[in-house]
Each structure stands twice: as C-alpha cells, then as structure tokens.
C-alpha cells in the first residue's frame, strides 16, 4: 500500500519508520498517514484497519467540516488549517482527518498540511509528541499558530485600506475590498465549527486525554475565539470601509448630476431663444436690422446673469 510515512513514536520524542504490513500492536504507538484520494488507502482503511466503519467514511469523505466524534475511548476529528502553499488562495483551507487512540494514530489527507510536515520533522529529531495526547494537541496547537500571520496580515491590509479611504478618494480599492471581506468570511465559516471541536475535546472523558492535555487544549482554543473575534473585527471594518467607499462614489455621483443640471438650467432659456429665432419662417424680428445680433447677444447675457443671480441667492450655486 502507498502512504506518506508509517512511524513508530518511541515514547522519548522520536520515532521510526516501518512497513505497514510488519505493523503489529505491541510494537507501540502507529501513526499512518494517507492520501484518501488513492483507491489502495480505501482498500486498506475497509479491509485491514479494523476501526470503526463510521471512521472510516468520516476518513475517506471528500468534503468535511471541522467536528469531534467520540468511538468508546477513540477520537475521530476534523480539522482545517490555512494554506500556505504559493500562489493559493488564503479562504480554500486543507482539510485534514484524525482517527486516534491510545494504540493508533490515522490521519488521512488529500493535499499537504505544514503543520502536519512539522510533527513528522520533529519526530526526526527526537523532538516530537511521546504519546496520542501530545500528539493531538501538537497538531491542534501548529494549526492554530499558523493561522495568526494570515489574521494578522489580512488586519494590516484591512488598516491600510481604511488610511487610504480617508487619504484620498481612490475608488481602485474596491476589489481589495471584496477580496479582504471573502477571506474573513470563509475562514470564520471554519474557524467557528473548529472552536466547538476542540472544545468538544476537554469535555469529554477520554482515558488517555488527562487534564494537563486538556488544559492546553482549552488555551489553544481561547486563542481560536479570539481568531473569530479578530475576523468579525477585519469584516465588521471592511464593512464600512466599503459604505464609506460607496458614499463617496454617491457623492461624487449627486455633484456631477448637480453640475450639469445647473449647467442645463442655464442653457435651456437660451437654447429655447436661439432655436425659436432660427426658424426660417417669414416675419422674423431683426432681419433687416444689423444690429439685430448684437442686440440679441446682449439680451442673453442679461439672461444668464439674471440666473446666476437667482441661483446664487438661493444657494444653488
């Protein structure tokens, strides 16, 4: 069968790896980590793994939300971590899928998490978790870190947008907007279900999951809420960085409507005179006279003054 790595964890913070097919129990605590998206981690998962068969559909399910399942003394969980990857975009988060007990840890994948890559560096080292407890908080912990520079950067962005709004009128901004306001709400959509999971962790009574582990994990996820709290504030923001954007175009909008409808207020005498004077129709007034246009010019001056006049001392102009 094909798999990213199969390891035995020591207990001392290393761990070494073996063949899946030698795996026995007595060798110790097993993580196996696989692509689900391959045809032989399904056979293996419903032919070989002996777990529960809900795990194994929650294991091999193409799209998942964050959530907690407790099988007798066993955990099923997912989890979504931010991706970092190049060029990818920040709200499409990895999903990964935990099957863990005391014995076994089986984490399945379709695209890679560094959070998952830092565990098994750490393994390498002798570094990394001894036991299925500090295994699961481990994780839990590099998920939540990671996201913090995308939180805070989408912050930063959020904050420049604001000083740029109230620095000039530029309108360019609005599809950074949109972008920043798409981000924050599809993070929380994860984050959210994500909180309750982890929470649903240190309530439970899990033998293996002592109080210890279960206090880290309720610090880990106070700093969840406060991610959540952080994007309602970058989306609240943006917001009105957004209605303030709007008022603006409206209001650039009422000025040019304004000025044209005074523009057009003043030409429309004149344009009603010059058109009715230019008919070619006999006993046109001034034909004769060669004064006629002169006179006429001066008349509609005297128009236009009256109206700007009339205009000023309304306060229309």
Do not use: C
Not at 32 to 58: C, E, F, G, M, V
Not at 141 to 155: K, V
Not at 204 to 217: A, C, F, G, M, R
Not at 222 to 236: A, G, M, N, P, T
């Amino acid at each position: 069968m094909e798999y990213e790595h199969a390891l035995i964890l020591d207990k001392k913070g290393g761990a070494r790896e073996i063949s899946i097919e030698e795996y026995k129990e007595e060798m110790g605590l097993l993580w196996l980590h696989l692509d689900y998206s391959k045809s032989d981690t399904t056979q293996w998962l419903r032919n070989k793994s002996n777990i529960d068969s809900l795990a194994i559909d929650a294991l091999l399910t193409e799209e998942t939300r964050p959530r907690t399942i407790i099988l007798e003394d066993s955990i099923l969980l997912a989890l979504r971590g931010v991706n970092l990857h190049p060029n990818s975009d920040v709200e499409d988060m990895i999903s990964i899928r935990l099957f863990i007990n005391e014995n076994i840890i089986i984490s399945t994948k379709r695209r890679n998490l560094l959070s998952v890559k830092d565990i098994a560096d750490t393994l390498k080292v002798n570094k990394g978790p001894k036991n299925s407890s500090e295994f699961i908080v481990t994780l839990i912990n590099n998920l939540t870190s990671r996201m913090e520079n995308t939180i805070s950067e989408m912050e930063e962005r959020s904050s420049d947008l604001e000083e740029a709004m109230l620095d000039s009128n530029n309108f360019e901004k609005r599809t950074e907007i949109s972008t920043i306001r798409k981000e924050a709400i599809s993070l929380r959509r994860y984050l959210s279900p994500q909180k309750d999971a982890i929470s649903k962790l240190y309530y439970e009574k899990i033998s293996w999951l002592d109080d210890y582990k279960k206090n880290q994990l309720r610090e880990i996820n106070d700093q969840v809420i406060r991610y959540i709290e952080e994007l309602d504030s970058i989306k609240d923001r943006v917001t009105l960085t957004q209605e303030e954007l709007s008022n603006k175009l409206n209001e650039q909008m009422n000025l040019r409507m304004y000025v044209l409808s005074v523009i057009s207020a003043i030409f429309l005498p004149i344009g009603f005179l010059t058109g009715l004077l230019g008919i070619n129709v006999g006993g046109m007034p001034g034909v004769e006279n060669k004064n006629a246009f002169l006179i006429f010019s001066i008349f509609l001056i005297v128009i236009v003054s009256i109206q700007l006049y009339v205009f000023k001392k309304k306060k229309w102009i």
